[in-house]
């Protein structure tokens, strides 16, 4: 059974930072990109960020560029957002996402997902 656990948002000013984590169980984790998306109330779920299998390749939409950075270490079936001088449209809940790695690894056809953390940037 695939498990895909987010943790470590929370409340913070804007301006601030939070690191999410996401711990995988139930797959071979080396062989999934792995995506954060995220939903704010009325709205779509968009990708936020993505990372191919090895860690080597990363995508980021642009509302985000030079504020968050995707990470993941294999060793520890995990994958890591960094987010940096977070906007109060930054607030939404955050969801970590994973896609078997024959495909793209930028796609919104992720085969598993989490059930999210939420994040709230306060003005």
């Known amino acids: 059974q695939v498990q895909l656990v987010e943790s470590g948002g929370g409340l913070v000013q804007a301006g601030g930072s939070l690191k999410l984590s996401c711990a995988a169980s139930?797959?071979?984790?080396?062989?999934?990109?792995m995506g954060w998306f995220r939903q704010s109330p009325g709205k779509e779920r968009d990708i936020v960020a993505a990372i191919n299998w090895s860690g080597g390749s990363t995508y980021y939409v642009d509302s985000v560029k030079g504020r968050f950075t995707i990470s993941r270490d294999n060793a520890k079936d995990t994958v890591y957002l960094h987010m940096d001088n977070l906007k109060p449209e930054d607030t939404a809940v955050y969801y970590c996402a994973a896609r078997f790695y024959s495909g793209r690894y930028i796609s919104d056809a992720f085969d598993y997902w989490g059930q999210g953390t939420q994040v709230t940037v306060s003005s």
């Open positions: 139930g797959l071979t984790f080396s062989r999934y990109h």
